[in-house]
């Protein structure tokens, strides 16, 4: 079964503050990444997608990718309380049987307080 | 240009009943995926339809089935409804780089 893990928070941070959120994966041949925002009953909404090793970034959001270690991240600046939301990462299933399935993990509730 | 559109919004069925949940994808778009999220979790795969064939199907009963039609658009048939079924059920549309698109979804609620 394969795996997607992420801390379901929730993450408190400060207004102006960095929030960090984490996820791990457990397939190792994984090559494509994405972080959705959902705010509370409403539907992901794409903000990031990285598929190399290394940073990147967009506007005040930067996601990070670490295959080696099976790791992505996902950095917010200046955090604001319109970011307060569930962040959920999700990872493109590797293999040539896979269409575009995605494996998600529980999510990480973020409030930015004022 | 429309996105991915779901109807309806919201359902409330009684356990055993059968129901039907539409998608129609984002313009441009030929796959459609089929996800279920209950409270507090991430959302579940449950198939995906390209060219009319379902294509890949997540770890759902045969309860779970679908339908894509030729305008490329799809339906999620649920049969023999169960408590446990009530969640959110999101359709997404698969555009370049594998980035799927979600729409509204529907709200299930199973009494």
């Known amino acids: 079964q394969k795996e997607v893990e992420q801390n379901s928070g929730p993450l408190s941070v400060p207004e102006g503050a960095i929030a960090s959120l984490n996820c791990t994966y457990s397939?190792?041949?994984?090559?494509?990444f994405f972080w959705y925002r959902q705010y509370s009953g409403k539907s992901p909404e794409l903000i990031m997608f990285i598929y190399s090793n290394g940073d990147k970034e967009d506007g005040r959001f930067t996601a990070q990718l670490n295959k080696a270690s099976q790791y992505v991240s996902l950095l917010i600046r200046d955090s604001q309380p319109s970011d307060s939301a569930t962040y959920l990462c999700?990872?493109?299933?590797?293999?040539?049987?896979?269409?575009?399935?995605?494996?998600f993990g529980q999510g990480t509730i973020l409030t930015v307080h004022p | 240009d429309a996105g991915v559109t779901q109807s309806p919004t919201h359902l409330i069925k009684t356990r055993g009943q059968q129901v039907t949940l539409r998608c129609s994808p984002k313009s441009g778009h030929d796959t459609v995926s089929w996800y279920q999220q209950a409270l507090g979790q991430g959302p579940q795969f449950i198939f995906q339809y390209y060219e009319e064939e379902e294509r890949q199907r997540g770890n759902f009963p045969d309860r779970f089935s679908g339908h894509q039609f030729p305008n490329y658009s799809s339906e999620l048939n649920v049969n023999a409804l169960l408590l446990g079924d009530s969640a959110l059920y999101l359709c997404?549309?698969?555009?370049?780089?594998?980035?799927?698109?979600f729409g509204a979804g529907t709200r299930l609620s199973v009494l």
């Open positions: 997404a549309s698969r555009g370049q780089g594998n980035i799927q698109y």
């Open positions: 999700a990872v493109k299933e590797a293999g040539g049987t896979s269409y575009g399935k995605l494996t």
């Open positions: 397939d190792r041949g994984s090559q494509s």
